[in-house]
């Protein structure tokens, strides 16, 4: 087991070859072992140079509201009044804090994407 980090794409590259044949590799034997170290430096690579912005917070609402086939009514029950739904479908009204704590438990959306300013 020869690892070294990886800092450049032709590095990475080799990584994600290396990879491919020892996928299949059993937990505790040494290619396994190679195999999760190889993945640790792989997605701090990729967390490095390509990093995954969190989606926008009304983006999100639309998603998960079509995921669990919710339509502007449900939101209401949520947020309070059908106008008040209406208006962050918008963007014409922010989020409060105690509706991103109902949206977070009602439609499991994480925090941290509905704080984000839009």
């Known amino acids: 087991m020869k690892?070294?980090?990886?800092k450049t794409e032709s590095d990475y590259n080799q990584a994600l070859q290396r990879l491919e044949i020892i996928f299949d590799a059993k937990n505790g034997s040494p290619e396994g072992?190679?195999?999760?170290?190889?993945?640790?430096?792989?997605d701090k690579y990729e967390n490095e140079k390509f990093p995954i912005s969190l989606p926008?917070?009304?983006e999100a609402i639309k998603f998960r509201m079509e995921q669990m086939g919710y339509n502007q009514n449900d939101l209401a029950n949520i947020v309070g009044l059908k106008s008040r739904?209406?208006?962050?479908?918008?963007?014409?009204?922010k989020l409060s804090l105690e509706m991103i704590r109902q949206l977070h438990e009602k439609l499991h959306?994480?925090?941290d994407v509905l704080i984000q300013t839009y």
């Open 33 to 42: 072992d190679e195999l999760e170290v190889l993945g640790i430096l792989i």
């Open 109 to 111: 959306i994480p925090t």
């Open 56 to 58: 926008d917070p009304i």
């Open 3 to 6: 690892i070294k980090p990886i």
């Open 85 to 93: 739904a209406s208006e962050i479908l918008n963007r014409k009204r």
